[in-house]
């Protein structure tokens, strides 16, 4: 199990910012799965990002929450692997804004 997190961690990062998710998206696509296990993983997610949103106000993990969430959504949608790969380039020009200060 260890090292399955690590192949899909290693493939994850090896992908260009902006691109990544996307790319990401498709080599999970290319692994054989069950509708019934897509179709759980994409119920977690939602329910996780609905769970981290709730617990944002309260000290503790909710924004870890969210984007583990939101990850499981990005394996399972294009549409959500393509918003990640826009809301990477976005936080990192932000963050090179900050950095600048």
Excluded at 33 to 50: D, M, P, Q, Y
Excluded at 53 to 77: D, K, T
Aim: charged share 25%; with cysteine.
């Amino acid at each position: 199990m260890i090292h399955a997190l690590k192949q899909r961690w290693d493939q994850l990062r090896s992908g260009q910012p902006g691109a990544r998710f996307e790319r990401y998206f498709h080599w999970r696509q290319q692994r054989r799965r069950s509708h019934l296990l897509r179709t759980v993983l994409l119920i977690t997610g939602g329910a996780l990002i609905f769970l981290g949103v709730l617990l944002m106000p309260a000290p503790g993990p909710g924004m870890l929450i969210v984007l583990i969430g939101a990850g499981l959504l990005a394996e399972e949608s294009v549409k959500a692997a393509r918003w990640f790969d826009r809301f990477e380039i976005c936080a990192r020009a932000l963050l090179q804004k900050l950095r600048q200060r």
